[in-house]
């Protein structure tokens, strides 16, 4: 009886919390909608701004391989060819090592290999980036001028510090992908009288390509994005390196280097603007492809 | 024409639980032979043993003898690649690759050396043939096999396993995840390829195992219990804890 009256009280008290918890995580949720909306366009319209304010034309801006803003001409390739080119890099050095990495800890000695290289592998995560850049810069960057012509300095020295930075990244991603994969897979290729590297580049690589590929993906996105460490090696030269051993630059590292130079709402500070722009959509473009990716991977 | 399988007190072990403790069992050829018993009584285990599949399962090791003819195959002697060509295996889901029909049946073959497409197009055939897979899927080779049918899927797996032309076939509850009509499909074709292969299939179902099998064998705690020809097994069991078990008493 008495359970029975309490009932309506018990009811509105759990109605009021549900009430409650859900307010609280809709606010959480719509502030963070209004941030990230209020970031994007605020890059958006300072950067749209040199080109619509500042008569800046965008065909300049994007294939314009000269960057001289005393001389008005703000020709951004060089930036975006030193992104492209370095995160592609780092992505070609850091894949095959990353899902060798992967396997090692999944398939080749399951036993000690994850508890062995798990922690190592959450450390190289963990460091910050200007300690990759610093000691890029007093260990890499000697190796480099000693081994190979130029100055050390470089595309190749910022691909190579980028790489290590994205191992991380490919290589958790790669070792969850190869985790998931159902075991009777495996069993069926031992099964058919496969050895074990038949099986894993028979049967296990092709199945979890699309998630190492987002691996791949997502680790080229760090890289693209990532400033300081590739700002300390790579030269900042403002032109398009003709060798891998060359000086070079890349949009974020501009970015950086420059922002505290220019005065807000002058032509440099908006062109730096439209730089941001392009790592944002470059952002997006990487976002989607790494949807698509993981749709594909459902069929 | 092909050895006949045997082993002899054969025991596998996980860690230090003894699962299978010490059979002896000669698999008579051209036939089908059934391992029954509750859960957990070791016939699986007792299955992957013939195969050594269960070398891929860490902690795990087996002891005795393992014969087909006067050869022991349970000895770090045997190349394992070479003798799961001669003893396949189908297991409880069906685990095609993700890739097409056509290349889950050439995988085998192409890894142990063939390279020609046209003999590799007539294995394909011949293997989906001998599964009654053919008719079904010979205009879609080329699609994924994923987009098969559980039943379709499970012969598909079957016809990987005849790919590479083995003499023994072990099947491990191949229709305990399939419908009424899948399963009966796959009796169908067990019965079709006795003919020309020595067939050990691991079941659930009393009534698969009366229906399929020439011999059953009944498993208890890790040991054969009783192992004589199927009818009379079903009809006439001499020992009661076999009795019991057939008629679902227990287990």
């Known amino acids: ?299 | 024409m092909t050895d006949t399988l045997r082993t002899e007190n054969l025991k596998v072990y996980y860690g230090e639980h003894e699962a299978v403790k010490g059979i002896d069992m000669t698999f008579a050829e051209q036939s089908v032979t059934a391992l029954i018993g509750p859960s957990g009584c070791g016939k699986s285990t007792f299955l992957r043993s013939l195969n050594r599949m269960n070398d891929e399962i860490p902690g795990s090791r087996q002891t005795g003898n393992i014969w087909i003819g006067d050869k022991d195959i349970n000895s770090s002697e045997t190349d394992v690649t070479v003798l799961r060509q001669k003893i396949g295996m189908v297991w409880q889901r069906p685990n095609p690759f993700y890739k097409s029909i056509y290349e889950n049946i050439a995988f085998g073959p192409k890894y142990h050396g063939i390279k020609n497409r046209k003999q590799l197009d007539q294995i394909v055939e011949d293997s989906l043939r001998k599964a009654a897979l053919w008719d079904e899927v010979k205009d879609r080779l080329h699609t994924s096999a994923l987009s098969l049918s559980g039943g379709q899927q499970q012969r598909l797996c079957i016809a990987r396993a005849l790919s590479v032309n083995p003499d023994i076939l072990l099947l491990d509850e191949p229709a305990s995840a399939l419908d009424p009509i899948s399963t009966s499909k796959i009796e169908e074709l067990i019965g079709e390829l006795k003919k020309s292969l020595t067939i050990v299939i691991v079941t659930h179902n009393m009534q698969q195992a009366a229906r399929v099998s020439d011999f059953t064998a009944y498993f208890y705690l890790g040991s054969l219990m009783e192992y004589n020809e199927t009818s009379i097994i079903f009809t006439n069991p001499s020992k009661p804890n076999t009795q019991e078990y057939i008629s679902g008493r227990f287990g």
């Open chain 1, 1 to 299: 009886m008495k359970s029975n009256q309490d009932t309506p009280l018990l009811l509105r008290k759990h109605r009021t919390e549900e009430w409650i918890g859900r307010g609280y995580t809709t606010i959480c949720v719509l502030f963070l909608i209004v941030i990230i909306i209020s970031i994007v366009y605020f890059v958006a319209t300072k950067g749209i701004s040199t080109f619509a304010i500042n008569n800046v034309s965008l065909s300049d801006f994007l294939f314009g391989s000269t960057w001289s803003p005393d001389d008005n001409k703000f020709g951004a390739l060089p930036f975006i060819y030193g992104s492209f080119l370095t995160s592609l890099l780092a992505a070609v050095i850091a894949s095959p090592l990353s899902v060798c990495a992967a396997l090692f800890m999944t398939e080749i000695v399951p036993s000690w290999g994850k508890k062995l290289l798990q922690p190592v592998i959450e450390l190289l995560a963990g460091i910050p980036s200007v300690v990759y850049g610093f000691i890029g810069l007093s260990i890499l960057v000697p190796f480099m001028r000693d081994t190979f012509p130029g100055q050390g300095i470089g595309v190749a020295a910022g691909a190579i510090v980028l790489s290590i930075m994205i191992l991380p990244t490919i290589t958790s991603i790669a070792t969850d992908a190869l985790g998931a994969l159902p075991r009777n897979l495996k069993e069926a290729s031992y099964g058919l009288g496969a050895t074990r590297w038949q099986t894993i580049y028979g049967v296990i690589i092709p199945t979890v390509l699309p998630s190492i590929l987002t691996g791949v993906v997502l680790g080229m996105a760090r890289a693209f994005g990532e400033a300081l460490a590739v700002q300390m090696v790579i030269g900042n030269a403002p032109h398009i390196p003709t060798s891998l051993f060359e000086s070079a630059s890349t949009l974020t590292s501009v970015i950086t280097l420059n922002m505290s130079n220019t005065v807000m709402g002058s032509v440099q500070n908006n062109a730096l603007w439209s730089m941001a722009m392009i790592l944002m959509l470059m952002t997006f473009v990487f976002v989607f492809v790494v949807r698509l990716l993981e749709r594909r991977h459902k069929l």
